[in-house]
């Protein structure tokens, strides 16, 4: 058993501890937070063994009747991996004391590429994460570019690509703390951080983004134009996506016409937390003219990097075989059913 605990246990956090536990090879040791409120009730409800980073937190929790398992330091010692999924740029101070203690560990996307010196997406860099200190599994954008792109690349049909992000402007939990509303903001430069950050898993892909900020909490949604590498049909780009265990092909005629329709299919479903693991390509809307390609997909912002997060374990703790890990996270965690 791989003993995983994860320090931040927030909307990333919490959907990475409930698919450890749905894992056959692991065991979440605990979690550890600075939360002593609503948000740290369901762990200790779900048994979940809490911790406090410092003795500050600690006494915090104590006083909101809240009993600490103990503090970051004694769960570090516990495990193989600490799966860091505090905000950002916490994490990269946190980076020090995992170091100073000899523990694995992998950031989120929010950190940059020089924190770990390698960037994650399951389906194209596992097997240079195998047997490291540390990864970062890249953001919900950029994973999904990966994965779409390296799909493409993988049927010898890539050849560039250029896309537009339509970006949520907060996530929902916290949509009356900001976020932009009743306006539309553009990123400031072209390309936007998505593309670059793509390249730092896959340095051979020729990808420039272009971004916006939208008034909308539920979901990312893409718009790419892709140079293909020959003259193709849109049967070739469709069985090229299908052959991605991580992309779900939807369609429009099935009513699946917007991004809250589809979360209410996840949520009906049964997924946890109405989560999308997967990148839903319209497939209906997806358009071949001769060598060009045109495309749009729904990102879930926050389930689509569980998966590789869970992968990410797997890759720093030894495990080589990047597609039996891939297949035993999808089977877990139902990944690729419910669609038609």
Not at 109 to 134: L, N, Q
Not at 294 to 304: H, P, S, W
């Amino acid at each position: 058993m791989i003993k995983v605990a994860i320090n931040g246990y927030g909307v990333i956090g919490k959907r990475v501890a409930h698919a450890v536990r749905q894992q056959g090879d692991m065991q979440l040791v605990g979690v550890a937070d600075i939360a002593a409120d609503w948000r740290i009730w369901p762990a200790l409800d779900r048994g979940i063994a809490v911790y406090a980073p410092e003795p500050e937190q600690a006494t915090t929790m104590e006083q909101a009747g809240l009993q600490p398992a103990g503090l970051l330091e004694d769960l570090l010692d516990q495990v193989d991996v600490v799966v860091d999924c505090t905000p950002k740029h916490i994490a990269a101070e946190n980076v020090k004391i995992y170091r100073a203690r000899g523990v694995k560990f992998l950031v989120q996307g929010g950190e940059k590429h020089a924190v770990t010196g390698h960037s994650f997406v399951a389906e194209s860099s596992y097997a240079g994460a195998v047997g490291r200190d540390a990864t970062r599994v890249v953001s919900c954008n950029t994973t999904s570019i990966v994965r779409t792109l390296t799909a493409l690349k993988t049927a010898g049909l890539l050849q560039r690509a250029r896309g537009t992000l339509l970006r949520r402007a907060t996530d929902p939990w916290e949509s009356e703390r900001g976020g932009v509303m009743n306006t539309i903001a553009p990123e400031p430069a072209i390309p936007s951080h998505q593309g670059p950050d793509a390249q730092s898993v896959d340095p051979d892909l020729d990808v420039v983004t272009m971004a916006v900020k939208v008034p909308t909490t539920i979901a990312h949604l893409h718009y790419w134009s892709v140079q293909l590498t020959r003259l193709a049909t849109k049967e070739e780009v469709v069985d090229a996506f299908r052959a991605s265990s991580r992309i779900a092909l939807i369609n429009m005629t099935d009513g699946l016409t917007a991004t809250n329709v589809v979360k209410e299919l996840m949520a009906d479903l049964g997924r946890p937390r109405d989560s999308l693991y997967e990148v839903a390509v319209w497939e209906d809307m997806l358009t071949v003219q001769g060598d060009e390609l045109f495309y749009a997909y729904m990102v879930d912002n926050q389930a689509i990097v569980i998966p590789d997060n869970i992968d990410a374990i797997r890759a720093l703790t030894g495990v080589r075989d990047g597609g039996e890990s891939i297949a035993r996270t999808n089977t877990a965690l139902g990944i690729g059913t419910g669609f038609r």
